[in-house]
């Protein structure tokens, strides 16, 4: 089983970034994906979540109205895309794979990424 994110770097404040999760090795459609976040220093924080088959997303308050994802089962790939960016945004960001049903909010998985880094600064 992997999970490999990718698309992380250092963006300006109010920039935008989109994230992407490359999953091989399970069955991609069976399972919920999310993304999670750790600030340094910090600890995990849940920050989206996607139903199996993409019909439904949940958000935290801090991702809310500037966060969307998505997922192309298709292709094994969930995405986050990241507008309006803000300092309190970096950190390193992992996707996460739940069998079954999505449970938002929650920081519970079957399998979890190694993470990219998210860097927000001028």
């Known amino acids: 089983v992997q999970l490999v994110e990718s698309g992380g770097g250092l963006v300006q404040p109010g920039g935008s970034l989109r994230l992407s999760c490359v999953a091989s090795g399970f069955t991609f459609s069976d399972y919920a994906m999310m993304w999670v976040r750790q600030a340094p220093g910090k600890g995990l924080e849940w920050v989206a979540g996607i139903f199996s088959d993409g019909s439904t997303s949940y958000y935290s308050d801090s991702a809310k109205n500037r966060f969307a994802t998505s997922r192309d089962n298709a292709k094994n790939t969930l995405y986050l895309q990241m507008n309006a960016l803000k300092p309190e945004d970096t950190a390193v960001y992992f996707c996460?794979?739940?069998?079954?049903?999505?449970?938002?909010?929650?920081?519970?998985?079957?399998?979890r990424g190694q993470g990219t880094q998210v860097t927000v600064s001028s």
């Open positions: 996460a794979a739940r069998a079954g049903r999505l449970a938002p909010f929650l920081l519970e998985w079957d399998y």
